[in-house]
């Protein structure tokens, strides 16, 4: 049976955390190097529920893509909602590891699996790394349909390619127009839109679409949007890196056992449908 520091070495090769953003906080959060491992379970979230999950599935080792702490903590009190996460870790001899901005740029990375989650034929990164020579890693993907399809048959196809979430999916554009070369971008990725101009895209499809930017997008170029919650864009890539970790398993003989957490732990929980446009009427006040 493989120890810890077995698998962290693994999972360090397959995402290695020098490709991390300088702001991140990757790799191993808690745990202790010398356990053994068994079973693994992928989330997106470090919360509660998936660590609860974890105790149930009798697992070792919990893999996230979201960190549980991005900055210095004073305190994991079991009465704050992270300090309970890392007691229940601890206390189950649990480890935690993240695979954040690394997993992002790796190749296959994260917004290689959202493209594959929705038809894509990955053409190349939408941000290249500078420091990769291949030109393969970077943020963000630019992919192809098979054929153009309008987007609002895009849509559904992003909608159902995607696990459910309330709030769905949402489009910006003619819902006739013809798409074919797509930009994706798992997790929030409205900083990118100068790179999705200039990959010459007739859709993008992210998360977290704040209203001036994604309106001044729409303004400057006929590039239609297309917005899924931010867990749903990332959940993808837990196969991937399951399925990474479990040929490295094979390759061993280590016999691990994965899981990938079904918890939705997107924030949103229900959708109201609106029902009313705004008036035309003129007033006057005489
Ligand atoms: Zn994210």
Redesign the pocket.
Known sequence: MPKLSDVRRALDELYPPAWAESWDAVGLVCGDPEDEVSRVLFA?DPLQAVVDEAVAFGAQLVVT??PLYLRGTTTVAADTFKGKVVHTLVRHGIGLMVA?TNADVADPGVSDALAEAVGLRVTGPLVPDPTDPTGRRGTGRIGELPAPEPLAAFAARVAAGLPATAQGVRAAGDPDRPVRRVAVC???GDSFFAEVRAAGVDAYVTADLRHHPASEARENADIALVDAA?WAT?WPWLRSAESALLAVSEKHGWGLGTRVSTHVTDPWTAHAPMTFAPTTASRSSN
Do not use: F, L, T
């Open positions: 997106v893509h979201h954040h798992g997790g929030s931010h990332e």
